[in-house]
């Protein structure tokens, strides 16, 4: 039967700012839904979730006995990942489980799953809590195409998706997506200072720089033009933006900057992967 046309049970391991997150959108994506929250702390859960979410909340699988779930989105620390799906398997046996865990490869979530199981992992980013993230997913071979609909429903109600081609796309990917609300954080810090060393107070170029870039941001959401061309646009020749620029993109500045934090935060995420394995 659809995972859309009957009530759809969801069990969602982790109830942190992620997890909270993804129930929110699903809450708001399906109709039909009955949604568990296994957690071992029952307040942090309901504090997060909030009195108008409809949903069950558990701090102990034993208390779901032998009922079944559709579906299972594992929101919890990479190290728990195999423990946590291993703790709730007796209530997996049939049911897509959507994991998470950051660094924690498919061969090691299989450790924790029932055979008739189906695996996905997904990459969602900090942004999922506004609904302006950004994820990345890839299945094994066991994905229907409703599983991937219903995949791109979820996550889709938190932002946007992709899905990679192989498994080894999402570290790559996490360098981007993963950790770049990290980079553009950064920017927006160092902007601020600049901008109160120039002399403007802290309250203005606080304002400042969080509007430059959710104005910035809007405009590469809204407009169609590349952000080479958008950069050009705001870039008159001779003019401040060009003299800024002049700096920013001399050969080893944000160029080379940028290049090594991607690779550093890429190389990591593949360390990440093979402590999980």
């Not at 809590?129 to 229907?144: E, L, N, P, T």
């Not at 169609?224 to 870039?235: H, Y």
Request: aromatic letters at 4%.
């Amino acid at each position: 039967m659809s995972l859309f046309s009957k009530r759809c049970s969801v069990l969602l391991i982790g109830c942190g700012n992620m997890g909270s997150a993804i129930a929110r959108a699903l809450n708001g994506a399906m109709a039909n839904l009955a949604l568990t929250v296994f957690d071992s702390d029952e307040e942090k859960a309901k504090r997060l979730l909030g009195e108008q979410l409809e949903v069950r909340i558990v701090s102990d699988c034993a208390v779901l006995g032998a009922e079944q779930f559709d579906v299972c989105v594992v929101a919890v620390k990479p190290g728990d990942a195999v423990r946590a799906l291993l703790s709730a398997q007796a209530n997996l046996q049939a049911s897509l489980i959507i994991s998470i865990a950051a660094g924690t490869p498919l061969s090691s979530l299989e450790r924790g799953v029932a055979p008739n199981s189906r695996l996905v992992r997904v990459m969602p980013n900090l942004a999922a809590s506004v609904r302006k993230a950004i994820s990345v997913g890839y299945a094994d071979g066991a994905m229907s195409s409703e599983d991937r609909e219903f995949v791109e429903v979820v996550f889709g109600a938190i932002g946007r998706f992709h899905w990679l081609i192989s498994e080894d796309e999402i570290d790559l990917a996490t360098a981007i997506t993963g950790s770049g609300p990290g980079y553009v954080f950064s920017f927006a810090q160092h902007l601020q200072q600049a901008a109160e060393q120039i002399g403007i107070s802290k309250e203005a170029a606080d304002l400042f720089a969080r509007q430059v870039i959710v104005g910035a941001a809007g405009l590469l959401d809204q407009d169609a033009r590349s952000p080479l061309e958008l950069k050009q646009a705001v870039a008159s020749p001779g003019g401040t933006t060009a003299a800024g620029l002049t700096v920013l993109e001399q050969a080893e500045a944000m160029p080379w900057l940028l290049r090594q934090a991607v690779g550093a935060a890429a190389a990591r995420a593949r360390e990440l992967a093979i402590e999980q394995n």
